[in-house]
Antibody, heavy 119, light 110 residues
């Protein structure tokens, strides 16, 4: 059974960099999945951030592209999110999720982790 | 402002059939399949419908989805109190080269 688990600091200072990791268990990060990040500000809807394939190919939300980097660590079977120059508007629950290579829906989600941007 | 448009709320009495609409454009719903997610309070989204009208294992057949042109809809028949949740539609957008979501619809069982 494939499982995803997010981890990282729950508090980030304004203008700093948000860094999160998603540990994958029950499947190889090198399998035919796109590994994705989705966020949800408090009381608001879902926003797709971006995704990575094990080969290194990425897709990013154009509205966040200049600040986002998603990477894969095959040795640890995990993938990561970095979001730079954060502001209070980046406060959200961050989910990692996955979709099969040729499909466009997320069939598995992590539990999510709340990241607050505040000084 | 979400790319896909959903009504912010929907409601029905127990046992009733309710539908939630999702409107998009030619670059998303018009050319790609639609998925729906259910999010119970304080939990992660859960896949409810994929490929417009397919249910994952474990989703009851009183839940159904459809797509026509650049719009899609989710229907829940025999509404139950446990169906109270936020529902999101989503689709791949060829112009943005990414997944777009609707703003979400809060379903209430009166």
């Amino acid at each position: 059974q494939v499982q995803l688990q997010e981890s990282g600091p729950g508090l980030v200072k304004p203008s700093g960099t948000l860094s999160l990791t998603c540990a994958v268990s029950g499947a190889s990060i090198s399998s035919s999945y796109w590994w994705s990040w989705v966020r949800q500000p408090p009381g608001k809807g879902l926003e797709w951030i971006g995704e990575i394939f094990h080969s290194g190919g990425t897709n990013y939300n154009p509205s966040l592209k200049s600040r986002v980097t998603i990477s894969v660590d095959k040795s640890k079977n995990q993938f990561s999110l970095m979001l730079s120059s954060v502001t209070a508007a980046d406060t959200a629950v961050y989910y990692c999720a996955t979709r099969l290579q040729q499909l466009t829906y997320f069939d598995l989600w992590g539990l999510g982790t709340l990241v607050t941007v505040s000084s | 402002q979400s790319v896909l448009t959903q009504p912010p709320s929907a409601s029905g009495t127990p046992g009733q059939r309710v539908t939630i609409s999702c409107s998009g454009g030619s670059s998303n719903i018009g050319s790609n399949t639609v998925s729906w997610y259910q999010q119970l309070p304080g939990t992660a989204p859960k896949l409810l419908i994929f490929s417009n009208n397919q249910r994952p294992s474990g989703v009851p057949d009183r839940v159904s989805g459809s797509r026509s042109g650049t719009s899609a809809s989710l229907a829940i028949s025999g509404l139950q109190s446990e169906d109270e949740a936020e529902y999101y539609c989503a689709a791949w957008d060829d112009s943005l080269n990414g997944v777009v979501f609707g703003g979400g619809t809060k379903l209430t069982a009166l």
